[in-house]
């Protein structure tokens, strides 16, 4: 006895070796033994053999019109081999019965299973979308086959052209695109970077670097959402004394500026201040949405995208000729620059320049005043001696290490005729000009911390302890800057965590109740969004400045450069902010000064390979 049966949605034929009522114990046609259950079984014939039976089976079954058994089919629902009677017009034999099965299994979007051998036909309207779907399948399935091949080819389709940025960055891996690409990597064993980039979809390696932060950092894209303009400031004071700003040349978010002023009796009045958007950009309002959703500025060499519209940035900045609000921290000053005593006011400050750091000189530094100095150098020298008295305050020793500038002039091109020529200038951390500015930034926001903290108002403050540097709405000192209070409220045009600071500020000046109270939740979002958002803006832009570093070896000619090494095989060029590890370095001490090779630059994946190439 033989019989056909069900087993794993498969219709399967095969010798009984066993009848136990309930199961059968079956040789399949495989050879394989089995243990089924009775209800599994469909037919039971004695000829011809499992073996055969399927086989002629498949064969009528693949002459079967299924258009043609949907349509003969009544509308209740029907055993198999009763459909098999209808068709042959006699009672069918196994094979006739076993390929009737074989085409209605074959077959589900025209028969819909219900039960052991039983169907019932798919209603006209599904069976229409089931073979709609079948069919779009199909002709989609072509199309990837036709990318595909276009991909093999070296060309690159135009649907795939016109998703080159998601498909790098942020694929649907259910989309035609993606799996045409994916084919096409598995068939040439290559990645979609690779295979993209040499079908000529990549023509920037530097748009493809910002691409991918975009599609991680700012997935809506970068332009702002409606905002709403705020009420203008109400009417403030104006400080008596003309303010100047310095700032790099491409600076537009100007939020500082300092003045002097002499005062009866040989001492000076210094002033900073600091543009003050709190007092218009409310909590809750469109603008503060907007600044709250990015949090920071975020620069790299070349281009920035702004925490705030321009035209809101234009109203607040600290441009020259204007009047604008500030936040101020005036203090008065003995001749040889002690600080003697200070306020924080609201007002508004003539800004009667905009100086720029490469057009300003050291001059203020020599205390011998001269025919030639440039103009504010006697202010500046006031502000020296202050910024040096502070400094010994706190006990710290000069930083010496090199910062680097990068100009970019996307004006002419660069390497391989991508746009832009990058100039990457040293600048000494330490100077005058660098120690002046950061000492009057470190005093006004050690001297805001401690007021808010005296004033027992929540903020959010930037604390250091064990090396460790952390934000929290508590106070508590910062070790590094050796300064027991310490917050950022000195740029709140470009950090959302100055906007908020400055708000707590004014609050406890103008003695208002301040926006954030103590355990604030929104307080406490906005300092975990913040610290958040800040590292990875920051780490974007080193891997932009590592990137721009890679295209000015480019753009140079570089093939061999001197570099320092700092431990093992761990080594710093001399000419560019980049440390590498040299494979085959040989032990030298630290210090000992190295040629190195330039062997390859990738800048899609933004590697160097360098040799060693001798002492220096």
């Known amino acids: 006895m033989h019989v056909f049966f069900e087993d794993d949605g498969q219709l399967k034929a095969g010798t009984v070796l066993a009848d136990n009522d309930t199961s059968l114990q079956v040789e399949a046609a495989s050879g394989k033994r089995l243990k089924i259950k009775a209800g599994a079984v469909l037919l039971r014939f004695t000829a011809p053999s499992p073996s055969a039976l399927v086989a002629e089976a498949q064969r009528l079954a693949s002459g079967l019109d299924p258009d043609f058994l949907w349509e003969v089919s009544g509308e209740d629902e029907f055993g198999f081999d009763d459909l098999a009677r209808e068709y042959y017009g006699h009672a069918p034999t196994a094979v006739e019965a076993a390929a009737v099965a074989q085409a209605l299994a074959a077959v589900p979007m025209y028969f819909y299973k219900r039960g052991k051998g039983r169907y019932r036909k798919a209603p006209p309207d599904a069976l229409k979308a089931a073979l709609a779907s079948v069919e779009r399948r199909k002709r989609e399935a072509e199309q990837v086959e036709r990318w595909v091949a276009e991909l093999a080819g070296g060309r690159l389709p135009d649907a795939l052209q016109a998703k080159t940025v998601a498909l790098l960055h942020r694929p649907d891996k259910q989309s035609l695109e993606w799996k045409a690409l994916a ?6 064993q290559t990645n979609p970077l690779a295979l993209l980039a040499a079908c000529g979809a990549i023509p920037s390696t530097h748009e493809y ?43 537009t978010e100007i939020d500082d500026a300092f003045s002097v002023r002499e005062l009866p009796g040989g001492n000076w009045e210094l002033g900073i201040h600091i543009a003050c958007p709190s007092l218009a950009v409310a909590p809750g309002s469109t603008l503060d949405a907007i600044a709250r959703e990015r949090l920071s500025t975020v620069y790299m ?4 995208i702004t925490m705030l519209p321009d035209p809101a940035v234009a109203a607040f900045t600290l441009a020259e000729g204007t009047t604008p609000p500030v936040l101020s921290l005036v203090a008065e000053v003995s001749p040889d620059g002690e600080v003697l005593r200070h306020e924080t006011r609201v007002q508004r400050v003539p800004v009667a320049a905009n100086l720029r750091l490469d057009a300003i000189g050291e001059d203020f530094a020599n ?37 680097y500038s990068f100009d970019v002039d996307w004006t002419v091109p660069g390497w391989g005729g991508e746009p832009g020529r990058v100039a990457i200038v040293p600048r000494p951390r330490g100077s005058p000009l660098d120690k002046l500015v950061a000492e009057l930034m470190i005093f006004v926001n050690s001297t805001w911390g401690r007021r808010l903290a005296d004033a027992q108002v929540a903020g959010l403050y930037r604390t250091q302890s064990a090396g460790k540097v952390k934000m929290s709405t508590r106070p508590a000192e910062h070790q590094g800057l050796g300064v027991a209070h310490y917050l950022w409220a000195s740029s709140p045009l470009r950090r959302y965590s ?3 600071n400055q708000r707590q500020l004014v609050a406890v000046v103008t003695g208002e109740k301040p926006p954030y109270a103590d355990n604030d939740a929104d307080l406490f979002a906005a300092l975990a969004d913040f610290e958040a958002t800040y590292a990875q803006y920051a780490e974007f832009q080193d891997r932009m400045e590592h990137y721009w570093c890679l295209r000015w070896l480019l753009q140079e000619g570089v093939t061999e450069t001197v570099a320092t090494v700092i431990r093992d095989n761990l080594v710093r060029f001399d000419r560019l902010p980049l440390v590498l590890r040299l494979a085959d370095l040989p032990a030298l001490a630290p210090d000992s000064g190295v040629r190195v090779g330039i062997v390859r630059v990738d800048l899609l994946a933004a590697t160097l390979e360098c040799r060693y190439a001798g002492p220096a």
């Open 183 to 188: 084919a096409a990597c598995e068939a040439q």
């Open 209 to 251: 670097h910002f691409d991918a932060f975009l599609t991680q950092a700012f997935p809506r894209g970068t332009g702002f959402a409606a905002w709403t303009v705020p009420p203008p400031p109400p009417e403030l004071p104006l400080h008596p004394a003309r303010a100047f700003s310095i700032d790099d040349a491409s600076t």
């Open 301 to 304: 060499p070349g281009r920035k």
């Open 367 to 403: 205390d011998l005043p001269s025919p030639s100095d440039p103009p504010w150098t006697p202010e500046l020298r006031v502000l020296w001696r202050v910024a040096q008295r502070l400094f010994a305050a706190r006990g710290k020793n000069d930083i010496q290490r090199v910062d």
């Open 498 to 500: 100055d906007l908020v």
